[in-house]
């Protein structure tokens, strides 16, 4: 079996668990909660052995490098670290109520990796991209974003547990920001069956990605598509109580979350200061002669920074807690998300766009 | 802060104040974030075609020339090199000192203050307090207590009382100063981005193979006198296998002053040349096609000796210890055959393929032709067992080089490695105190412990409780 056999059962492995987590906490059934863990650790054993036997690959094909150097490594990468924090946590505060929250950050994850038709193969590194700067640069800005990942996931953990009043605006909030989230993992199921299991032809690759949905070629599936989010988001929104009253039932401290939030920021934070940005200036300094060139992905990684500089100064000086600084969590991660993924989609997008005849 | 006095609220102090807000400094991180953010939209020093297209798509052809104008005229399209945004930085960084010294003595006194014992029925004041009781009396139990204690890390003072026998003590009140290094790292790396910009100097320099130069050229086209000579000796591409992927850009360089040869070097492209202040990276290369370039050929006649051999297209040579006379008669940069006629073609300027087309002829008779490719050795050798092996085309490309000359860039790396030792001080370590009060009966001590943290309660109460627990199981 080579690499890309575990990859995949990992893939399969981690949206069943995430199925199973979701079972779990809406069912509380304590075998279901057992069987999730079981299924991610074996996903999460399989995509260990992934990506050492890539790394092994790599070696046997004359290339030899570490497998973190494209985007989908890098992704594949986030995933191991998110998983590996989750099963931490998991053990640590004895309470698997958080996997059906955690679990789906892998699952978008994964969905954008199969319906972006990345390159998964492994390419020899141009000359700019062979330093060991850049390896080290890599693994710690996912470690930190992963950090940033699961601080994400205690946030909205958090802000559902808090809040119930519907006029508040905390609660529209969290119920917005979970009915986007949801639409748009449930609108990549829609492609991965479009695709995968009814094999509809795309066109172009580039369409593939939430193009059964949100971006397909008919305004009036379009249409539909952004109704039934909206219609998902008003349920969301009224019945986000009963969520909490499930979390209630687990038992889990609003406490503990504040403060799991704000610990899991505190490692990311550190962890993106010296490898996000001190390595990536340094690397580019080696390799180009310039530590800080404001281009669009510099740049996004220091919005990121200040994004969490402000959460801990709100957090400290301001002394906000709880639902103000969850929010901050929240907005902070998407700039992650931007950062990581945006840029290369949107802005590249509008500046080629600028480069056409 | 001292109580405002009315009288003496003047303009310096009324400044002051404004520069120690906090929601100014959230308003400075919202207001740099979300202007860089326009300036990730909008490409950053680039022709101004490409930015009118982008603003086209965004406003609309109506809106676009003068939301255009005014952008341009608002320095959006140099943006992070704009006065405003420079401001901005300068604002920030007021704004970071001032509110740090403005804080400093009140940290200070929070670090030097002298721990007192205290009553018993403060303990229970404090969230982190639990009981014990442990078997034996206080003289049995009160050395594990002071080595459970030291495991803690803390050194404690002894106090006798009424209320029993007490330890207190703290630990890592300096870590409270951590923030302060964070905040002055930052203006130690501004501060180095302003000396690399206002002393330093960035260019580039495009060098052919053989060629020397004692300027290196900004962007805006001026010319910077290096101090000393930098020649391109050779450059060149590998590529992976066989395909066009560029393996590693390689320039030899070598540096002379006064005529003398002082330094030569290889630089790629995460290997830069330093030189005097100086840094030299290999940035890019390109062909120099309208330059006479020199085939370069490594020949062994068979059973001969290797020599190396240089020629012009079009020139004739001999090999050596024959009478077998060879002719370069075609060079190709980047050779390749069309798939159906056969026919070779070039596909490209750059020396992708590089290749010589040989002709040899003895006596006046036509022996054999054809192409030696530097990329495949299987070609290098003839049909009577001599072997040409192409090693180059000397002089048909330039080196691109990037020079740098940045004094700033220490303090930059001297103000990421302080903001680092603060953040490791802000995050992992925190003002800590505990207070432990002994009381004890015949064969019992009861043991009352209070702790507080700046930072990280949970973790803090963890450790201690644990500690504590263990005392009660033993024996
Ligand atoms: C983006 C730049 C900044 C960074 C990276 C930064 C970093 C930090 C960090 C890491 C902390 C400690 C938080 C914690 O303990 O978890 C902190 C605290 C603090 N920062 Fe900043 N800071 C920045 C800008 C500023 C500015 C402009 C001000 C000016 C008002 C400021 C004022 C403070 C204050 C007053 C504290 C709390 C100190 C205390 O707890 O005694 N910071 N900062």
Redesign the pocket.
């Known amino acids: 079996m080579g690499s890309s056999q575990f990859f995949g059962a990992a893939e399969i492995g981690y949206f069943v668990a995430m199925m199973v987590y979701i079972g779990y906490f809406v069912f509380r059934s304590a075998s279901a909660g057992k069987a999730a863990t079981v299924v991610t650790s074996v996903s999460f054993a399989s995509q260990t052995a992934a990506i050492l036997l890539r790394w092994f690959e790599s070696y046997q094909m004359g290339i030899g490098r570490a497998p973190l150097t494209n985007l989908y490594e890098s992704l594949e990468f986030f995933i191991w670290c998110l998983i590996l924090g989750y099963l931490i946590i998991e053990f640590k505060y004895k309470t698997r109520s958080f996997g059906a929250f955690i679990t789906p950050i892998a699952g978008l994850t994964l969905g954008f990796i199969d319906l972006t038709a990345m390159k998964t193969t492994i390419e020899p590194l141009v000359p700019a991209l062979q330093s060991n700067w850049l390896l080290a640069h890599v693994t710690m800005a996912f470690i930190s974003y992963s950090a940033f990942g699961l601080s994400f996931a205690a946030a909205m953990m958090y802000l559902i547990l808090k809040t119930d009043d519907r006029k508040g605006s905390a609660y529209w909030f969290w119920t917005i920001t979970a009915g986007i989230f949801v639409s748009v993992l449930v609108a990549m199921l829609a492609d991965y069956l479009n695709y995968h299991i009814l094999h509809t032809p795309v066109a172009d690759a580039k369409d593939a990605l939430l193009g059964s949905t949100f971006r397909n070629k008919s305004s009036l599936v379009r249409l539909l598509s952004y109704l039934a989010a909206a219609a998902f988001t008003g349920i969301v929104w009224r019945y986000g109580g009963v969520l909490k009253r499930t979390f209630t039932y687990f038992g889990v401290s609003a406490e503990l979350l504040d403060q799991l939030n704000?610990n899991l920021i505190?490692l990311g934070?550190p962890i993106f200061?010296l490898g996000g940005l001190i390595f990536g200036a340094v690397w580019a300094d080696q390799a180009w002669g310039v530590y800080w060139s404001w281009d669009p992905k510099e740049t996004w990684s220091l919005i990121t920074?200040?994004s969490y500089?402000?959460y801990?100064?709100a957090?400290?000086?301001k002394g906000w807690r709880g639902t103000k600084v969850a929010v901050v969590a929240v907005v902070a991660f998407v700039t992650v998300v931007f950062t990581y993924l945006g840029v290369n989609i949107f802005l590249s997008g509008l500046h080629s766009y600028g480069e056409m005849p | 802060m001292e109580k405002p006095d009315k009288n003496n609220n003047n303009i310096v102090e009324k400044v002051w104040k404004f520069?120690?807000?906090?929601k100014?400094?959230a308003a400075?991180?919202l207001t740099i974030a979300i202007t860089s953010i326009a300036g990730t939209v909008i490409e950053q020093q680039t022709e101004p075609a490409k930015n009118v297209k982008l603003f086209v798509k965004i406003f609309g052809a109506k809106l676009a020339p003068s939301i255009y104008s005014a952008s341009d005229a608002m320095g959006l399209m140099d943006m992070y090199h704009s006065g405003w945004f420079t401001g901005l930085l300068v604002l920030?960084c007021a704004?970071?000192i001032?509110?740090?010294i403005d804080?400093l003595p009140?940290?200070s006194r929070l670090v030097n203050e002298e721990l007192s014992p205290m009553e018993e029925p403060s303990f229970k004041k404090f969230s982190i307090h639990k009981e014990y009781n442990l078997q034996g009396n206080i003289k049995d139990r009160v050395e594990d207590i002071l080595k459970t204690l030291k495991s803690l890390g803390f050194k404690t003072v002894e106090h006798k009382s009424a209320d029993g026998l007490q330890f207190y003590g703290q630990k890592w009140g300096i870590s409270?100063y951590?923030?302060?290094v964070?905040?002055l790292s930052?203006v130690l790396i501004l501060l180095g981005a302003v000396i690399g910009v206002k002393f330093g100097f960035n260019g580039y320099l495009s060098l052919p193979e053989g060629e020397s130069s004692d300027v290196a050229y900004t962007r805006d086209g001026k010319t910077q006198p290096l101090g000393f000579t930098v020649r391109c000796d050779d450059f060149n591409v590998d590529f992976y296998n066989d395909t066009d992927m560029p393996k590693e850009y390689k320039s030899w360089l070598s540096i002379h002053e006064n005529g003398k040869e002082i330094l030569s070097q290889s630089i790629e492209v995460n290997r830069p040349l330093k030189y005097k202040g100086y840094a030299i990276y290999q940035a890019s290369y390109g062909p120099v096609t309208d330059k006479n370039a020199l085939i370069i050929l490594r020949v062994t006649p068979s059973g001969g000796k290797t020599e190396t051999m240089s020629m012009h297209v079009g020139d004739s040579f001999k090999i050596p210890g024959s009478t077998i006379e060879g002719k370069a008669k075609y060079f190709s940069p980047a050779l390749a055959f069309n798939k159906e006629t056969k026919e070779p073609f070039t596909y490209s300027e750059m020396m992708n393929n590089p290749a010589v087309y040989l002709e040899f002829k003895k006596d006046g008779k036509d022996l054999y032709e054809g192409w030696v490719v530097k990329r495949y050795p299987k070609t290098w050798d003839m049909p009577d067992g001599n072997k040409m092996e192409l090693v180059d085309y000397w002089g048909y490309q330039y080196t691109g080089l990037q020079v740098r000359n940045d004094p700033g860039v220490w303090i930059v790396y001297l103000g990421c490695l302080t903001?680092l030792l603060?953040?490791y001080g802000?995050?992992f370590l925190s003002h800590r105190k505990i207070w432990v009060l002994l009381k004890g009966t015949k064969n019992q001590t009861t043991v009352m412990v209070a702790a507080t943290t700046?930072?990280n309660r949970l973790s803090f109460e963890g450790v201690i409780y644990r500690a504590f627990e263990m005392l009660t199981v033993q024996r």
């Open positions: 704000y505190a934070f200061t920074w200040l500089a402000f801990l100064h957090r400290f000086i | 520069f120690t807000s906090v100014l400094a400075l991180i920030f704004n970071l001032i509110c740090s804080r009140k940290i409270r951590a923030v302060y964070v905040h930052i903001m603060g953040l802000a995050f700046n930072k």
